[in-house]
Structure formats: C-alpha cells, structure tokens
C-alpha cells in the first residue's frame, strides 16, 4: 500500500541543513497497523508526512497504492491524498472558526454529498470519539483531549483506506488512549491501513509491527 525505497529528506533553514530522513526503505502492506517510534526529532512526522502525500522527499521513490508519487501536480496529489489517506496531526489543525461539526466535514467536502449526507457522516463519527453533545462548540471550547479526539473523527469520517495517526493519543489520559486505539483498530479490522507514531510503548504493543527511528535512520 505504501512503498518507500532510498528515501530521503533534509529541511533546510539560512543556517542549517538537517537531514530529516535518510535512505528509508519501508513497506506497509494493505491492512497493517503499523507503530513508528524514535526519540523526539528523529523525523517521525517527517515520515508520515512523506506517506500522507503533504510533502515529497528530496530523493529516492514512494508510492501509494501503486501509483508512483512525484510526477503529479499539486491539484492531483491532492486529490489522491483527500481519496485514500486521513490524516491525524500530532497538533491537531483543527480550524479555530468553524464549529467541531464543520472541522469533520471537512474531507467530504471534495466528495459528491449533499450537505444532508456529510451532516450524518460527521454526526456519526463525533459519535464513534464520544463528541456527540459536543458538535456545534468551536475548538477552543473543547479541553485538549476533546480537540484530540475532532481530529480523529475528522480523519476516520471518509473511511479512509490508509490511516496516518502522528501520536493520536498523546494528549489523553490512558482511558481516552485506549478507546481512540480501540477506533484504530475496528479501522484497520474493517482492512483499513494504519500507520501510527507513538512515544507509548503499550499502545505500539497493539499494533502489528513496530517501525524505529533514530537521527533519520531506520534502527529496526
Ligand atoms: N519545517 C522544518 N524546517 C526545518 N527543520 C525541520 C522542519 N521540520 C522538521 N525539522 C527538523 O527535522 C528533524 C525531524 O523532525 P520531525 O518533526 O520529523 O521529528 P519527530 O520525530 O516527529 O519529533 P517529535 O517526536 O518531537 O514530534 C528535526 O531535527 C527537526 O528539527
Ligand atoms: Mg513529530
């Protein structure tokens, strides 16, 4: 589903050159749930952005169910990622002036729904992250477990075939924890991909693999 070979990526500042990731060869079938762990830094994030189409490596290839990525223009990468990927970000990005409803329907927005249809999608899954009584609040309302938890309602509502999860339960207490991780899983059972970067070693217990980083490198 997700194929990277020799990839790289380095950030460049006036000052300094960091190289991000270096020479990752990685594959995650369809259907796997996969940890990515590695102290902070180490270019987690970096990673699942690269898988999530948000950015594309200085070298080497990727490709996302089977299509080659790199050649396509803007419009069209963005339409693939909006197709297949949700995406989890490790702070949110929810939109501070739209109301938790409207955050979620965000990725339906490129579907053809009616308003009615995305509505319901949305009201179902703030239901599925026990948001219910919560949907026309705005983000700043919510307390950081409950943003934490729109954001994955937003990114499950398009019942995406790959799932990109960058420390989805960082901000909740181990309850919360385990029941966004019980969501994970019903996706990836439902044969959902998922890849999820975690600093919790019990929650990477639950996925099927665990992928390790370390200064851009893969250690494991
Ligand atoms: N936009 C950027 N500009 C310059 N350097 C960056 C940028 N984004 C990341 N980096 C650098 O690239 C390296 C990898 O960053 P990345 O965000 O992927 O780490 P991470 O493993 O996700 O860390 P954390 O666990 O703290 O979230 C870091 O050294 C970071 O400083
Ligand atoms: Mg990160």
Known sequence: MIHLENVSKSYRTERIETLALDSINLEVETGEFVAIMGPSGCGKTTLLNLMGLLDTPD??????????????????????????????????????????????????????????????LAAEALGRVGLSSRISHLPAQLSGGQQQRVAVARAIVGRPQVLLADEPTGNLDSQMGDEILDLLEELNRDGGTVVMVTHDPRMAERAHRTVRLFDGRQVQ
């Open 59 to 120: 070298q080497g290839t990727l490709s996302l169910d089977g299509e080659a990525i790199g050649k396509q223009s803007d419009r069209s990468l963005s339409r693939l990622r909006n197709r297949k990927v949700g995406f989890i970000f490790q702070n949110f990005h929810l939109v501070g002036d739209l109301s938790v409803v409207d955050n979620v329907e965000i990725p339906l927005l490129y579907r053809t729904l009616s308003s009615r249809e995305r509505r319901e």
